[in-house]
């Protein structure tokens, strides 16, 4: 199913931006495992629109009602079920425009992949808002791992040019990865956060958007983990990744940064530190041969620009077959690189929480 991830850890998402709710189904979940509720609605929250003006206008609590698999804050073993319910929906924005084409959308190839049949408003399963749901399994995933000592964070590595720092490749630290999700504005470095917030404020004035690049990284991980060729940890999370509305790109360690090094600036040099195998870089992103070589896992997720616009835009009437001119009404994020950074930790923490268990490493 292609709402569906993972092999021993299966998460199942369901629900329109405009339906009743969006929801998940997490089925292999271990038992036991005490949930702390105030750190997980802490982090869903993170990804909740509506919170400042380089987010979308629209309004939701998304709290997570548990239907299933948590009793009284511990995991039972058996499927966790939860629905978010959707409760700031303006559905007439979307009535005149059912058949028209919003350029950079999926209205068209979702027409003629479901026969018509396809919910377009707020652009229907395809919308951004499914990644409510993965948000709370991924929170779920980052409690479980944290319990292990492996500790995943991200930031908004750009926006519109301007670049946040990096974090260290090497030594990354617990408290650098976690300490951009406490902030309001997820950077490392606050004054280029502030240059970013102009930015997107001048393309939302503008009636236009831009987008950016999530940094994310994973430390604690031990050496072995994944497969050579196409079972490898970039593929698998980057299956996961390309899952996000939006993502166009990814990339690890030097990513397309690699090719214009010679062998002898791209190759890392191994050492031994305290008994353990180390690099002096880690241009390799953590994985070598598709498997994990115990440095930090670090990787680069492209956004396009939001492309929800207000300004007047070529397009197709699909139904009638003819062409026309769109002006897309609703509420929308001018950035929506902003609110993933908390869905970057969070199908970064499934797609490893799965990869683990299946290899049975936990």
Do not use: W
Request: with cysteine; net charge negative; proline share 5%.
């Amino acid at each position: 199913m292609s709402s569906e991830i993972g092999n021993k850890l299966k998460v199942s998402l369901f629900g329109e931006s405009h339906g009743r709710g969006t929801g998940v189904v997490i089925d292999g979940f271990p038992s036991g495992i005490r949930i702390d509720d105030e750190k997980l609605l802490s982090f869903t929250a993170r990804r909740r629109p509506g919170r400042d003006k380089t987010s979308t206008a629209r309004r939701e609590d998304d709290i997570p009602e548990v239907l299933s698999g948590i009793l009284a804050g511990v995991t039972c073993g058996t499927p966790i079920a939860a629905v978010i319910k959707n409760t700031d929906q303006h559905s007439g924005d979307y009535k005149n425009i059912s058949h028209e084409a919003r350029p950079g959308h999926a209205d068209y190839t979702g027409f003629v992949k479901y026969r018509g049949y396809n919910d377009v408003r707020g652009g229907g399963h395809f919308s951004a808002r499914i990644t409510a749901p993965l948000v709370f399994a991924g929170g779920l995933c980052l409690q479980y791992l944290e319990q292990r000592g492996i500790y995943i964070g991200a930031h908004l590595a750009s926006v519109a040019g301007i670049k946040d720092e990096k974090f260290d490749p090497c030594r990354v630290t617990k408290e650098e990865l976690l300490s951009p999700g406490h902030k309001k504005f997820p950077v490392i470095d606050d004054e280029a956060g502030e240059m970013m917030r102009e930015e997107i404020e001048k393309a939302r004035l503008d009636g236009d958007s831009v987008g950016g690049i999530v940094e994310v990284a994973a430390t604690g991980l031990p050496a072995g983990l994944g497969s050579p060729i196409f079972d490898t940890v970039e593929g698998r999370l980057s299956y996961g990744y390309y899952g996000i509305p939006a993502v166009k790109g990814v990339s690890f360690g030097a990513g397309f940064g690699a090719s214009a090094m010679r062998g002898s600036e791209n190759n890392d040099e191994f050492y031994m530190e305290d008994e353990v195998v180390r690099t002096r870089t880690n241009n390799h992103g953590g994985i070598l041969g598709g498997i994990t070589s115990g440095m930090p896992v670090t990787a680069m997720i492209a956004f396009k620009p939001t492309p929800s616009i207000s300004k007047p835009q070529n397009t197709v009437d699909y139904v009638e077959n003819k062409d026309t001119v769109i002006s897309i009404k609703g509420r929308h994020d001018p950035c929506v690189a902003v609110r993933a950074v908390p869905v970057v930790e969070a199908v970064t923490a499934v797609v490893l929480m799965d990869m683990l268990l299946e290899e049975g490493i936990f």
